[in-house]
């Protein structure tokens, strides 16, 4: 079983500034099956990048997603005031099919 | 894009059977995707419990799948989650999503299901 550990648990930034996100895999994992997810209080996961670079439909340019092997990153660019929530970075393993998700990075002011 | 809806009892009592049902609509539940259930404890993250295909095929979670049991209704465009022998472990906000490329692309807004006598 794969462990995604996403680091820092806690960020804290200001609006205009960029914020960097860690997924580190205990073990090589596909690009294809590495992706990021916003969640604000009381909302759904939204999707923001798939394939650990690909972003989602209507994700603002300002979001990005690089990495390979056991290191992935989602940048924000310039800190908007409704990027404030948790993100989340989730991986597909394929034998059995599985959906695993790191503890999350809160992003706060 | 596929509108999904969660809908269920909010209060389940120990050791009892915790039933919910995802309408999916705007869509048909027979196309090409995998249906899943996610769940997320108050103040925690995400867990993925499992996923079923139209066809019936399903995959679950290991460390949940001796209690999950998924199935889908076609007529009903619909498809239903069960666990049973609950504890309050099992309190949690419950989604549905459907699949993307490797990803869960599309979520409902969830439901809080509490596990309380």
């Known amino acids: 079983e794969i462990v995604l550990t996403q680091s820092p648990g806690t960020l804290s930034l200001s609006p205009g500034q960029r914020a960097t996100l860690s997924c580190r895999a205990s073990?090589?994992?596909?690009?294809?099956?590495l992706a990021w997810y916003q969640q604000k209080p009381g909302q759904a996961p939204r999707l923001l990048i798939y394939?650990?670079?690909t972003r989602a439909t209507g994700i603002p340019d300002r979001f990005s997603g690089s990495g390979s092997g056991t290191d992935f990153t989602l940048t924000i660019s310039r800190l908007e005031p409704e990027d404030f929530a948790v993100y989340y970075c989730?991986?597909?393993?394929?034998?059995?099919?599985?959906?695993?998700f790191g503890q999350g990075t809160k992003l706060e002011i | 894009q596929v509108h999904l809806q969660e809908s269920g009892p909010g209060l389940v009592t120990p050791s009892g059977t915790l039933s919910l049902t995802c309408a999916v609509s705007?869509?048909?539940?027979?196309?090409?995707?995998?249906w899943n259930w996610v769940r997320q404890p108050p103040g925690k993250g995400l867990e993925w419990i499992g996923e079923?295909?139209?066809?019936?095929?399903?995959n679950y979670n290991p460390s949940l799948k001796s209690r999950v049991t998924i199935s889908v209704d076609k007529s009903k465009s619909q498809f239903s989650l069960k666990v049973n022998s609950v504890t309050a472990a099992d309190t949690a906000v419950y989604y549905c999503?459907?699949?993307?490329?490797?990803?869960?692309?599309?979520w409902g807004q969830g439901t809080l299901v509490t596990v309380s006598s």
């Open positions: 999503a459907n699949n993307g490329a490797y990803c869960l692309d599309n």
């Open positions: 989730q991986q597909y393993g394929r034998s059995p099919p599985v959906y695993t």
């Open positions: 079923i295909h139209h066809s019936g095929s399903t």
């Open positions: 394939g650990a670079s």
């Open positions: 073990q090589s994992v596909s690009s294809t099956d």
């Open positions: 705007g869509g048909s539940i027979s196309s090409d995707n995998w």
